[in-house]
């Protein structure tokens, strides 16, 4: 059985990049089944470029328009392949919602999904904003019956969620779902400005010479709290 996992967050800026950068570092590190990365951002597709030369990277899109809708397909194609690969990340791009909400539930990918023993897992990132929360409450409700939903709440953007806490509409969603909610700590902007510049990915930043002992030592603390809080989901399958 194999399982897509939609890297979401439906804004742009929120750090759905750097989620998929984490859950890519997180199956390499972690994981012996075999995985495949999918790029979906036509326009800046950088979690692809990034990791091309180093992890089976497909691309594919998403469209509005019912004559190219067929251009998703490949992703629940891939998953099919159930032998071969066991998770799909698939990094979305901004303002994707609808053309994927259209192909999933029109094209009734979900009835094909039972029938082929794909299952599906929508991890999305969150900068704590008013529109970023309530794109993830319409989310839950409109594919929440059909998958589970992370939480990802993303520190670096955002470091009181006590009004996220207090959101009565959105915890009583929380409880309906069960939905998890993990937290990515802040990524320190001196080792992620040197990475970026240098497209590295995370794990060839930790062995690059011009990068500091010290600043090697924050790269492998975020990683190891983001991984720990991947693995709290027990979402990511190895089988």
């Known amino acids: 059985m194999s399982c897509i996992h939609w890297s979401n967050g439906r804004k742009g800026g929120v750090g759905k990049s750097l989620l998929s950068w984490l859950l890519t570092e997180y199956a390499l590190k972690h994981l012996k089944a075999p995985f495949c990365l ?12 990034l990791y091309k030369e180093t992890v089976r990277t497909e691309f594919a899109y998403f469209s509005e328009s019912e004559q190219k809708r067929t251009k998703a397909d490949k992703i629940f194609n891939l998953a099919c392949q159930s032998t071969v690969i066991v998770n799909l990340i698939v990094n979305l791009p ?18 094909l999904a039972k029938e082929e023993g794909v299952s599906f897992c929508n991890w999305y990132v969150s900068n704590g904003g008013y529109d970023s929360i309530g ?7 409109d594919l929440g019956q059909f998958m589970p939903h992370v939480l990802v709440r993303n520190w670096g953007l955002c470091d009181d969620w006590t009004h996220v806490d207090e959101d009565d509409e959105l915890q009583a969603l929380v409880r309906q779902y069960r939905v998890p909610v993990i937290d990515i700590p802040k990524f320190p902007y001196a080792e992620r400005n040197f990475i970026e510049a240098n497209q590295l990915t995370l794990t060839e930043a ?3 010479p011009k990068l500091s002992l010290v600043s090697k030592k924050r790269v492998h603390k975020f990683l190891r709290q983001s991984f720990a809080a991947i693995e709290s989901t027990g979402l990511l399958v190895d089988e």
């Not at 999918?38 to 470029?49: A, I, K, L, S, Y």
């Not at 901004?94 to 009835?111: N, R, T």
């Not at 794109?135 to 409700?141: A, P, V």
């Open 94 to 111: 901004a303002q994707v919602h609808e053309p994927m909400k259209m192909w999933f539930l029109e094209d009734e990918i979900y009835e």
């Open 206 to 208: 930790l062995s690059h």
């Open 38 to 49: 999918v790029e979906t951002d036509r326009v800046n597709p950088d979690v692809g470029r």
């Open 135 to 141: 794109l993830f409450m319409k989310t839950l409700k």
